[in-house]
């Protein structure tokens, strides 16, 4: 069973920046895939980056250029650094990780990113 563990979040002025973090463990392998998606309110869950273990990454075209997405194979931990935030930013981020191709999608409890002034 593999279990997520996020950290970072919270409330950040527009401009800011805030550091998300997330550990993965049961798999005992690199996992296949590993990102982070958000949901605003009223919104549906929306992808924000992932990454492969082989180094491919994908962001949403609302964050390149200012979302960066690293990760650990090792250790399979994720990170993505947030820089230049705005309100529009504001959601529930939520950690993701996919071990195999074809395996199912497994989900941190999420964690709350506020851009406000």
């Known amino acids: 069973q593999v279990q997520l563990v996020e950290s970072g979040g919270g409330l950040v002025q527009p401009g800011g920046s805030l550091r998300l973090s997330c550990a993965a463990s049961?798999?005992?392998?690199?996992?296949?895939?590993m990102g982070w998606y958000r949901q605003a309110p009223g919104k549906e869950r929306e992808l924000v980056a992932t990454m492969t273990s082989g180094g491919s990454t994908s962001y949403a075209d609302s964050v390149k250029g200012r979302f960066t997405i690293s990760r650990d194979n090792a250790k399979n931990t994720v990170s993505l650094q947030m820089h230049s935030l705005k309100p529009e930013d504001t959601a529930v981020y939520y950690c993701?990780?996919?071990?195999?191709?074809?395996?199912?999608?497994?989900w941190g409890q999420g964690t709350q990113v506020t851009v406000s002034s």
């Open positions: 993701n990780v996919k071990p195999l191709p074809l395996a199912r999608n497994y």
């Open positions: 049961g798999g005992g392998f690199s996992f296949y895939a």
